[in-house]
Each structure stands twice: as structure tokens, then as C-alpha cells.
């Protein structure tokens, strides 16, 4: 025992001396743990994909990715519908439809890469009454314009051949459209992004962002990584760059850095049916309608899932909390943030008996059945079950406008200047998601002269 004593002595007496003969060097050791060159906020899969392209471009640079999740990818990644959107619906020229096309061929490219499965089922925006075929129409030429893949028009014919039990009189066949799991896809990217070196710290909810007062004791770099990350659990990330991809959460991460509080995020729930599993063989693709202009979503539709169920809907319904997914899920200071915006009064006020509808189809599904049953006639109330929901971060302007394009800004001043924060990547963020990160990869090197 006296010489286990003596060696752990001995062992003590030689550390202390070589951390006091070059102190500064253990210290900054310590210290470039937790430092990095750029923090990425947000493990969503806007936040991986983009983690993933800075890394693979700048392998020479050190990136963290910082979630407050245990997981990556748990919540509007984790709840979407699985689409592969083609870019259709987007007004031609904007980000959204440019991001949309290339998003979506280079999802096939890197899924086909990487061996994650998909299925290229397409999908039919489906024409039910007269008055709609020339909204049709005017959709069509809106994806010519967008350079989608391969679409066309096709009558009453076409579409029971390609969906026997849907009825319709005129259809956009968008076969260029799929389906996959966007979850195991972002967490691929994860997977990338680890692989080339980044650190992902889970469990860290970003709850202080601001400018280091001085250098951290002993360090020989000064203010080389002046931007201090803190958690609300008390952890800490030292950075010279900042992403925020905080979805749910842009607009409080965008304030805490005393960056713009606008767009407003308004969280919408999205409540699905499914259908019983001896009832998929009625649907092959995904079936849409017609969007209505006067309507701010697309409307409730039939999407296939890579695990063979099929999904109904969803409605669109305010949601009391940011990340309530159930009906009753309530946050008080996210309801009294969302009530109390001038955007979401005037948004309430344009659409409140569509919105009055959206809610009644969510707590009686039958409402919901009937309107799919424009589509599918033999589909039934006692088809279909209560399925999963997902809550939307939806930007809104003051004046109560869906915003409905990619919103990408900074700030003033020694912080501000050093953040780019992810305002708004509306749906199709999944399937734009690779190309998204390409072009936010572009703005960093621009921004911060990478």
C-alpha cells in the first residue's frame, strides 16, 4: 500500500511539475476542445446538411454541430411526411423552386450513394371538378418554367391506369417525385459530417449566444474564438463563426443574438390519418389536389410511406406549443407569443372559417375522410386511424403573409456579423435540404471569408 502511495505521489509530483513548466500549452489543449472554427445550432437536416458540405469543403477547419436534443433529427425532420418533392408548386425564379429541383435530383444521387432506400412512386395532382382544371393547367406551366422532371398532363383514363381506385378528370403526373425516410437521411449526414472529423454535442440547448469578454486563462490565442455558445445546462462552446438552423426556434435564437425577432415563427400542427394496413392496396403514388390560391397549405392528401402504410392528410391547425404534436400539448409562453402577434391576428382574421374547418376535421375524422373520398370513393371512415402529427414552423410577416421563400440574415456588430442564421426553410427544406446546404456553404465563405 505505502508504495501504490508513493507512486501516485510520485506520479503527481511529475505532472505538476510539467504543467507548471508549460502551463499555457495543457490549458490550451483543454481549451481547443471544446473551440471550434464554426458551431452549427440545430441537428435537423438543414442544420447536418450544411455541417456536412462546410466539412467536406473545409476539411482543414473545426465544426461542431450543437443539438439540445439526446438525438439528432427528432422534430420537424423526425415527423415529416416522407415526400421527395419535385418543385412544382413554387413560383418560378424564387429560391424555393430553384432549390426544390436541384434538391431533389441530388437526394436520388446521394441515396443511390449511400445505399438509403427510396421509391420514385411519383405522384398525381388530381383535378375533381371543372373549375379546377385551369388552376391545373396554370400548375403545369408553373413547373415547366421550374424545369421539373418529366412532367405532363393526363386525363380520366390515364389516371385510373396509374391509380385504379382514384377518380378525377384531369391529373399533373409528376413521376419524378418519391418517398423516403428523411430522418435516416439526415442522420446519414450526421454520419458524414462525424466521419470527416466534426464533434456533435447533443443535450446542448443553446440559451446565451454573445461576444467573449477576454480570453480564457492561459490562452496563447487571445479572441480566436471570440463567440461564446452557452448551454442551458451549463456547458459552453467557444467559436469564431456561427450557423443557427434552429427551425422551431429561428426567431428566438435570431433575438437571443440581438439579430432581427422577424419573421415570427407561428408553429402549425399537421394532424394525419393512416389507413389500415389491409386498405394500402387503394392508393400506389401520392395522390394530391389542387392547391386553392385562397388557402394558405396544399390541402389533405394520400402519401405512401418506405414502410408500407399510407398517410392521409394532414390538416393545419394552430399549435399551442412549439413542439406539441398532441392536441392537448400546451406551452404557455409559446401561446401568448404566437396570440399575441399582430401577424398570426391578421392571418387568423383572413382564414377563419377555412382555419375554423381545419380544426373540426382534426378532432372529427370522418370530416376528413369525406374530402379524401372526393379522390377515392371507396375509402371509409372505418378505413383509416389516428396517425402521427408534426408541428410546422411557419414564418409569419406583420402583416399576417405566410412567408413563403428561404429567409437567410445576420447581424450588426461584432456578434452579429459572425452568425448566419436560418430564418426560414419552409416545406420543401427536406428535399432541398443538399442543395440548400451548398448554397448557405457559399454565403459562410462569402460572410466570413472561409
Known sequence: MLQVKLGITALCDFLQITFNSDIKLFELVNFNFNSF????????????????????????????LLEKEKELALHQTGHNSGVIH?????????????LCVRGATLTYQYCQKKGVPYKRCGKLIVAVEKE???????????????NVQDLKLIDAKAIREKEPYCRGIMALDSPFTGIVDWQLVALTYGKDFQEAGGTVMTDFEASDIRVAAESPAGSAEGLKYPITIKSSQGKEVRCRFVLACGGLYSDRLSEMSG????????PFRGDYLV???????LVRGNIYPVPNPHFPFLGVHFTPRMDGSVWLGPNAVLAFKREGYKLYDFDTQDFINALSYRGLQRLVMKNIVYGMGEMYRGVFPSAQVKILQKFIPELSPSDVLRGPSGVRAQALDAEGNLVDDFVFDGG????????LHVRNAPSPAASSSLAIAEMIADELEKRFQL
Open 412 to 419: 450588426k456588430g461584432e456578434l452579429g456579423s459572425r452568425i
Open 259 to 266: 439579430c432581427s425577432s422577424e419573421p415570427c415563427i407561428v
Open 86 to 98: 419535385s418543385g412544382i408548386y413554387y413560383t418560378p425564379g424564387s429560391l424555393k423552386a430553384q
Open 37 to 64: 472554427d464554426v458551431a452549427v445550432i440545430g441537428g435537423g437536416i438543414v442544420g447536418l446538411a450544411s455541417a456536412r458540405e462546410m466539412i467536406l469543403r473545409h476539411p482543414n477547419l473545426t465544426f461542431t
Open 132 to 146: 379546377e382544371i385551369p388552376r391545373l393547367k396554370a400548375l403545369y406551366e408553373r413547373g415547366l418554367k421550374n
Open 275 to 281: 389507413l389500415k394496413p389491409e386498405k394500402n392496396y
